[in-house]
């Protein structure tokens, strides 16, 4: 997979952080969809970091499209 390195931004709403790891977070999507995010892709803008929160995701847009979160 070939990385963009431009600064595009993806923001996803309705969000909740159901799992997370050291290195990564586990968000519930699209009424139950489930996907792991790397938490160093989350963005500083961002609304859920961390295990129950709700909120904004903001990921980069090459992460969202590979994900399939837009």
């Given amino acids: 997979m070939m990385r963009q390195r431009d600064s595009a931004l993806a923001e996803i709403d309705d969000v909740e ?9 586990r968000v519930r999507v699209d009424g139950g969809r489930e996907v792991w995010v790397p938490q160093s892709q989350v ?10 929160d709700k ?10 499209i590979d994900k399939g979160l837009v």
């Fill in 17 to 25: 952080v159901v799992g997370a790891t050291d290195k990564a977070i």
């Fill in 43 to 52: 963005h500083d803008n961002s609304e859920v970091w961390k295990l129950g």
């Fill in 55 to 64: 909120g904004t995701l903001v990921v980069p847009e090459w992460l969202a």
